[in-house]
């Protein structure tokens, strides 16, 4: 198991960042993402990691939202990775619609980012022109391919439609 100890969590005028003890390099592992506590309802202490299935992240949940985030959630092996280097005592950051459809609490990115999104309410909401320059969630990729699958169904209904 790889532990959570790394990390501290930084309160400055009631908002909770997560702040790394080490540095890392890209690509490394910086812990496992827990799941103890394996939920079918988001809310906003959990991270998505399945279709129907939000896991409550303890520490983890004071990871903030970044449209150019230096960590990634790997919801199929469970894993926190370093994106790009970290140096020690920076706060790290995911890009939320990366394992999140539909956020429980929608808000509005402060982020300052070139590619910054403005909304965060999940990968649904966002065009794929947003998506395709970041790290997806398995579960996130086959939820917009059945978006996508929708709309086409959506075009033949109207054809059905207008030859009645």
């Known amino acids: 198991m790889i532990s959570m100890e790394t990390l501290t969590i ?38 998505q990691i399945d279709r129907d299935r939000h896991t409550e992240v303890g520490k983890l949940s004071a990871l903030n939202h970044s449209c150019a985030p230096n960590v990634i959630l790997d919801t199929e092996h469970l894993l926190m990775i370093a994106c790009r280097d970290i140096e020690k005592g920076e706060e790290l950051s995911f890009f939320y619609p990366a394992t999140e459809w539909e956020m429980a609490a929608p808000f509005i990115c402060l982020c300052g980012a070139a ?18 320059h970041h790290y997806l969630s398995k579960h996130i990729r086959e939820l917009m391919v059945e978006l996508l699958n929708n709309t086409k169904a959506h075009l033949t209904n109207l054809q059905t439609d207008a030859g009645k």
């Not at 590619?115 to 395709?132: D, K, M, Q, W, Y």
């Open 10 to 47: 930084k309160t400055e005028n009631k908002f909770r960042s997560l702040i790394t003890k080490q540095a890392y390099t890209k690509g490394q592992v910086i812990c496992e993402i827990p799941t103890e506590k394996v939920i079918n309802k988001a809310n906003r202490y959990t991270v």
């Open 115 to 132: 590619n910054c999104i403005h909304v965060v309410a999940g990968a649904r909401f966002l065009p794929l022109s947003t998506l395709e």
